[in-house]
């Protein structure tokens, strides 16, 4: 076991007035499970970057160990998996290798397929088996979960938890509880540390922030008490003194003596005053505020949406799905789940709209307004006021739900494109709110949203109960929000 020593890390980008990282300081052990956790755009992919020496910050990193990042870049996707498994790591053993396949239920023939025709969750899972073979590196793991379906993210949890030295970002909440031992999280002031899995720290900081609102609420009482104590000493002791000058004879002295008493209570108690303010300075700094959001759903003529008998969808004559019944009605929440390539996709595609070649029976109800959210981000560049305009949304409205979900107002004024994928996903969903629709179509809403905004939009959906069709493999989300679940 060897250390990671952060010392008064300070970094930030050429050209930018705001620092990611100022002054941290914190150590972590080698042979530890770290969740990497924080909101969108604090820096987690900088802050491995940083491990990895790719950028010039002030203060130290001190470690005798080698990091590995995942996910790895693979120029040639066109090469055989064994090739290019080979070329991250040309002395492996194939015994080891087969021991991690095994770990990860992929099948030894995809080793000898294009790297190119492997599923996405296939792909991942071969990258992390090569990169737990390679030994005494320390892993940056980061956000493995975005193509993994729900099996897929059980199954590399409980891989995950049998191996260690690695730090694992991830905003899938039951996906780190099933494989960390301790949670580093970049909060609003500073880096914290602590044991435990994800929960336990969600609980523990709901818990911090309870007990800092309450002492801040006692100490605002306090500095107003005090506050007006002081000044009324004050004035006492000015009118006491007042009383040495005219008036006829009295005892000077023993009015001067109990002027400079009120004074010096005055004084003592204006010192308590500043004293409470400052304590008061040390809270709420690391409170995560989320506003409620809002969602513009319509009322419809009728109580069937959608409805499917027996629809099976293929391309080039291979069939994804088929056999798919539902109705979607007022009020449904509906978790469609299913396998990598079992046309969840495709189906919602169909739904709204677009020209997928099915078979079977698909009626959409008259007139009926969808607000369709897509997986991919790719597409998204420009300003967001051209994107609010291209879309026909309401700006300021677009402007204000961003903001409720923890979006800068430095942020405002970059390209999309150079937004982070949690950003991303944030400007798709933002737009969505915007708009008023029958029924939100959500395709994989969550990849790469930070745990505090997921828990706010779940929020919304349950507050507002809007008719939703969405996919999903975040498990908790999917607890909380669906009413109704189609396997496909």
Known sequence: MSQINISNLTFSYEGSYDNIFEDVSFRID???????????????????????????YSGSIETNTSFTYFPYDVPDKSMITLEVLESIYPNYEYWKLRRELNALAIQEDCLYRPFITLSNGEQTKLLLAIMFMSENNFLLIDEPTNHLDLAGRELVSRYLNGKSGFILVSHDRAFLDGCVDHILSINNANITVTKGNFSTWLENKARQDAFELAENEKLMDQIAHLGAAAARNAEWSDRLEATKIGGGPC????????????????????????????????????????????????????????ELKGVSIEYDRKEVCSGVSFTIEPGDRIALRGRNGSGKSSILKLICGERIPFKGSFIRGSQLSISYVPQDTGALAGSLSGYAQSRGIDESLFMTILRKLNFSRVQFEKDIKDFSGGQKKKVLIAGSLCERAHLYV??????????????????LLLDFQPTILFVEHDKAFCDRIATKIIEL
Do not use: C
């Open 30 to 56: 080698t042979d530890w499970k770290l969740g990497f956790t924080g909101r969108n755009g604090r820096g987690k992919t900088t802050f491995l970057n940083l491990l990895l020496g790719k950028y010039h």
């Open 251 to 306: 005892d000077r002295g023993a009015v001067g003596a109990k002027s400079a008493k009120l004074m010096k209570r005055s004084k003592a108690i204006e010192k308590r005053r500043k004293d409470a303010i400052e304590e008061k300075s040390k809270l709420l700094k690391n409170i995560e505020r989320s506003e409620k959001l809002k969602i513009h759903n319509l009322d419809y003529h009728s109580r069937r949406y959608i």
């Open 442 to 459: 959500w395709d994989e809403p969550m990849n790469y949203i930070d745990v505090i905004s997921r828990i706010q939009i779940e929020n």
